[in-house]
């Protein structure tokens, strides 16, 4: 059965939440940071018995997956790794929305319908 956070609940979690969000964008920004030579490596290493320089990079990955994976466990959707943009499943007049966070926000504030992103973004008006 899915989760549905009332917004304080959400903004409870944030304590939690926020540092692993903060960790998913460093990695993330690493991960950028060598894609071009990534895939020359990956291409190389390819039935080549793996590379040094792969290697290196790997455990990243390997972080960035179990960070993802906690929070989709919690029910949260990342929406955007380089933002920090993620999403709580939420209940509202009887509808599926999210209430979305973006990193640089103090707290949860606002909400939108599922099929309106971060576009259709509005303030929270309830508890």
């Not at 059965?1 to 609940?9: D, L, S, V």
């Not at 040094?52 to 466990?73: C, G, M, N, T, V």
């Not at 979305?100 to 508890?127: L, M, T, V």
């Amino acid at each position: 059965m899915p989760k549905y956070y009332t917004p304080k609940e959400a903004n409870n979690l944030l304590e939690i939440v926020r540092p692993m969000v903060e960790e998913l964008m460093k990695i993330g920004g690493r991960i950028r940071s060598h894609q071009p030579e990534i895939w020359s490596v990956v291409e190389k290493s390819a039935g080549n018995g793996g590379n040094p320089e792969l290697s290196k990079i790997l455990p990243d990955f390997d972080r960035l997956d179990a960070i993802l994976h906690r929070l989709q466990d919690m029910g949260i959707e990342v929406k955007d790794l380089a933002s920090g943009l993620i999403d709580f499943p939420a209940m509202k007049d009887g509808r599926l929305i999210y209430l979305c966070w973006k990193y640089n926000e103090d707290s949860i504030q606002f909400w939108h319908e599922i099929e309106a992103g971060f576009a259709g973004r509005q303030p929270i008006d309830w508890e």
